[in-house]
Each structure stands twice: as structure tokens, then as C-alpha cells.
């Protein structure tokens, strides 16, 4: 999963009118700067199935993937069709200020078996999740390599042949070096999640 847009939370999930309105209502889902990008992405695969206009919404596009559903609002342009399948990251529209809106962004609202959730939590907490489970395989992987090279240099003492040799030596550098490119490659998705997990705080916080 991914978020709908790569810019940042200017009124989240929740919040009360007095902050943005004036007034008592509640935030029924997360807003979205439309710097540095307007585009706006699918945050799963998935069915579109409305792409029209409401005048409180107004250009607006629902998809829908499995138990869960959302909503984009206050689109200038539609990239979709109702009834088009999209992949994961496609984008979809292009922010605007159609309808009730106070300037250019994205409106974004998500339903989970039917319920309205805060979307933006709810993707972020699958993110990191999706990154533990990639970096967990990415150390299984070292592990493993890390057991052939040394059964490997093992080996190098018997060869048979220089032929042998030299064959057995190139293909341990080649494991060393998928070794090194995978704990780099590690290293930097554990950053990720820690910087993922850091902007959320910075939101929930007001921390600059």
C-alpha cells in the first residue's frame, strides 16, 4: 500500500471545524497539501467505481479493493474511468478546488468493512509493516548467503583443479557482493521506516 498523495497533512482525520471551518464539525477525513505534487495515486489495486461530481465534493472518485473503499475529492481532472481496474501507485486525478473547498487539495476518505477509518493511519501502520516483513527477509536472505560463503571458502581447500578453484573463488565474490547490496539495501529500509514513523509524530505533534 502507499499513500494517495506524497505531500503533506494539512488537516488530518478527526480534527474539529474550529480548526479549519470556524466551526463544531469533525474532520471525517485526512486533507492533503497540493505541494510539491498534485498528483493523486491509487493507494492499492484496485476498481474504480464513481468518477463524477457533487457539489460539496465536487470531481470526485471512489475505488474500491476487497473490504476496502475510498474517496477522493475536489479533483480538477479524472485519469480514470468508472469500471477501470488500477495498480497500485497509478495515478488516478489531479488535485484541485472543485466544490467546497478552500484552495487546492485532496480530500481523501477511506471505509474498512464499511466503517470510516483514518486512512492515513491505517496505510502508514501497513507501510512499516510491509517494511518489517521486507527487511525480515532481506536478513533471512543475508543469513542464508552468509552459511554458503563460509561452507564455500570451506570447499576452496579441496578443489580439485585450479579450473575448480578459480570458479569456486568467482562465485563466492559474486555471494559476497549480493551480500553487501542486500545489507545496504536493508539499512536503508530500516531508515525508511524509522523517518515514516518520525513525519507521523512530527503530525501528531506539530513538531518542526
Do not use: C
Amino acid at each position: 500500500m502507499r499513500l494517495p498523495s506524497n505531500s503533506r497533512v494539512t488537516v488530518p482525520f478527526g480534527a474539529t471545524g474550529d480548526d479549519y471551518l470556524g466551526d463544531s464539525r469533525v474532520h471525517t477525513g485526512t486533507d492533503y497539501s497540493w505541494f510539491p505534487s498534485r498528483k493523486v495515486r491509487a493507494p492499492e489495486g484496485g476498481k474504480i467505481t464513481a468518477a463524477t461530481y457533487y457539489d460539496e465534493g465536487g470531481n470526485y472518485i471512489k475505488m474500491k479493493s476487497g473490504d476496502r473503499e475510498y474517496y477522493f475529492g475536489h479533483l480538477s481532472k479524472f485519469k480514470v474511468k468508472v469500471g477501470q481496474k488500477v495498480k497500485e501507485g497509478q495515478v488516478i486525478g489531479i488535485m484541485g478546488d472543485t466544490g467546497l473547498a478552500i484552495g487546492v487539495h485532496l480530500h481523501f476518505q477511506m471505509w474498512l468493512d464499511g466503517k470510516l477509518i483514518d486512512g492515513d493511519k491505517y496505510i502508514r501502520n501497513e507501510m512499516i509493516k510491509d517494511l518489517k516483513k521486507r527487511i525480515a527477509k532481506k536478513n533471512r536472505i543475508i543469513k542464508r548467503t552468509r552459511k554458503q560463503v563460509r561452507r564455500l571458502r570451506e570447499k576452496l581447500i579441496l578443489a580439485p583443479s585450479r579450473k575448480d578453484l578459480e570458479e569456486a573463488r568467482k562465485y563466492a565474490e559474486d555471494l559476497e557482493k549480493q551480500l553487501a547490496e542486500a545489507e545496504a539495501e536493508s539499512e536503508k529500509e530500516k531508515e525508511e521506516v524509522v523517518q515514516s514513523i518520525w513525519e507521523k509524530i512530527k503530525e501528531i505533534f506539530n513538531v518542526n
